[in-house]
């Protein structure tokens, strides 16, 4: 039998083995592992000798063509997914939005007309539920059954995405019976709130004061807040974008208990931080997102917490919004900066670079993180998340040595500037394949828009 395309001379890393082999695909699948598989019926060969293969990255926290603050998000499904796979990323889940008196229904259906014809590679959703009459948790379930297994929620942002605690309750109780996951925002959006008015009422008004009105403490308390809340619901919780270390203590003591609870960081937080605002004039709005970023110490905190399952998962939270024009809505007041910076690109050679080649983790521990354990987490896995027959054959031919120097001049997101401007990382994708198509070589897309598929996920997974 002959193969469609077939990887000679790889080394093969999954969460848990690192070998020698040949991966051949056919139909989109990986169909055989093995060294010296018959080379003479394979279309297309790939020599992966002293380069790894890896599964395709899975970013699960993407806001594409998202509107936020009167503008949105600068990439699109076209223009992200691309971006994703330069950096070795082949699956994303992205957020759709319910606006209040929406159905849940109606932010699947809109966030899938964005999505179709425009993905290169394979995409699902969240649903971000910001009004909860108990109609809608009859809707939670039918988009559960449809393979939107998983929900956003948000302590933060009053009046405009928060829901309150009660509501966050009864979401929690139903993703509890219906076998969902809730990912939640967890920062206290009141007190957060009360401190913004105090600090523009104080004339502070540049965009360092977006950090400094967001204190630790807010996210800690709500992200202890979710925990109660899912255990008093008998469900699991993944505390989204977590950037300081008082909030991974609370996590950590909450999977010291044994309870089901689940967090992801984000480079940013892993390499910025607050010194990032010592820039001149409004440059600091770049750095504009939330939760914001911290001390520097934090950096480490969160590092270790990756290297000991204390964080289970790194995604991005890319919500790339170009400096010109778009932060510049909020030059004369931070409350106004849209929240949000690019990072879809540079994950996997930003985790792997700090994580591997520093010597803080494994080559596996990578693999589980930006891939693995997403997929088991989100229903993806073994479909999406590891290199094995039957498998998606979404792998990355991944170069540990070469270097590269982040720049807004050669990377591929639609957005002006980079977050990482001039860090210089080791480890970046040579070749990235989404379900045996090729669709990054040599520095080329060669995909195509519309290749990209929606994925219903299966229920989470205890982990
Ligand atoms: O600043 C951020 N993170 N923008 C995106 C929305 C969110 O809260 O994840
Ligand atoms: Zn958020
Ligand atoms: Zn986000």
């Given at each position: 039998m002959g193969f469609d395309t077939l990887i000679v001379n790889g080394r093969v890393v999954t969460a848990t083995d690192t070998y020698t082999s040949d991966v051949a695909i056919s139909n989109g699948k990986v169909t055989?592992?093995?060294?010296?598989?018959?080379?003479?019926?394979?279309?297309?060969?790939?020599?992966?000798?002293?380069?790894?293969?890896?599964?395709?990255?899975?970013?699960?926290?993407?806001?594409?063509?998202?509107?936020?603050?009167?503008?949105k998000s600068a990439d699109d499904f076209?223009?992200?997914?691309?971006?994703?796979?330069?950096?070795?990323?082949?699956?994303?889940?992205?957020?759709?939005?319910?606006?209040?008196?929406?159905?849940?229904r109606t932010a699947f259906d809109a966030w899938m007309e964005k999505a179709s014809g425009k993905a290169v590679a394979d995409y699902s959703f969240h649903c971000i539920i910001t009004d909860l009459p108990d109609a809608q948790l009859e809707e939670m379930n039918a988009l559960v059954r449809d393979?939107?297994?998983?929900?956003?929620?948000?302590?933060?942002?009053?009046?405009?995405?928060?829901?309150?605690?009660?509501s966050i309750f009864k979401a929690l109780r139903a993703t509890a019976k219906n076998g969902g996951l809730v990912c939640m925002h967890a920062e206290n959006g009141s007190a957060i709130d009360v401190i913004v008015q105090q600090a523009l009422a104080?004339?502070?008004?540049?965009?360092k004061y977006h950090a400094l009105t967001r204190p630790t403490t807010a996210e800690a308390e709500a992200t202890a807040r979710a925990?109660?809340?899912?255990?008093?619901?008998?469900?699991?919780?993944?505390?989204?974008?977590?950037?300081?270390?008082?909030?991974?203590?609370?996590?950590?003591?909450?999977r010291d208990r044994g309870l089901p609870v689940y967090a992801e960081t984000c480079p940013q937080y892993l390499y910025l931080s607050i010194e990032n605002f010592d820039v001149p004039g409004f440059e600091g709005a770049k750095y504009v997102f939330t939760p914001p970023l911290r001390e520097k110490w934090h950096q480490e905190k969160l590092w270790n917490g990756l290297k000991r399952d204390h964080l289970q998962v790194v995604s991005t939270d890319?919500?790339?919004?170009?400096?010109k024009e778009q932060k510049e809505l909020g030059r004369d007041d931070f409350t106004k900066i849209p929240n949000g910076g690019p990072g879809i690109e540079h994950r996997m050679s930003l985790i792997?670079?700090?994580?591997?080649?520093?010597?803080?983790?494994?080559?596996?521990?990578?693999?589980?993180?930006?891939?693995?354990?997403?997929?088991?987490?989100f229903g993806l896995y073994p479909r999406k998340g590891t290199i094995a027959a039957g498998s998606d054959a979404d792998l990355v031919i991944f170069d540990p040595e070469r270097k590269h120097t982040i720049s807004a001049k050669t990377h591929h997101m639609r957005v002006d500037y980079s977050m990482f401007e001039g860090i210089q990382v080791t480890g970046m994708p040579d070749a990235v394949l989404s379900r045996g198509r090729v669709i990054v070589e040599a520095d080329?897309?060669?995909?195509?828009?519309g290749a990209g598929e929606f994925l219903k996920r299966q229920l989470y997974s205890q982990q």
């Open positions: 055989a592992i093995g060294q010296g598989l018959p080379r003479e019926n394979a279309t297309k060969i790939i020599d992966a000798a002293g380069k790894y293969v890896l599964p395709g990255g899975i970013d699960v926290h993407t806001h594409l063509d998202m509107p936020f603050g009167g503008t076209e223009t992200g997914t691309r971006a994703a796979a330069f950096g070795g990323t082949t699956t994303l889940i992205d957020f759709a939005i319910q606006y209040k008196g929406q159905t849940l393979g939107v297994t998983s929900f956003k929620l948000f302590m933060a942002y009053p009046g405009v995405f928060m829901l309150d605690d009660g104080d004339g502070k008004k540049a965009p925990i109660a809340l899912a255990e008093m619901a008998g469900a699991p919780v993944y505390i989204v974008h977590l950037s300081c270390n008082e909030a991974l203590e609370k996590v950590r003591e909450a890319h919500c790339p919004f170009c400096f792997y670079s700090g994580g591997v080649a520093q010597g803080r983790f494994s080559v596996n521990r990578f693999v589980e993180l930006v891939s693995t354990t997403p997929a088991k987490l080329k897309f060669v995909g195509r828009a």
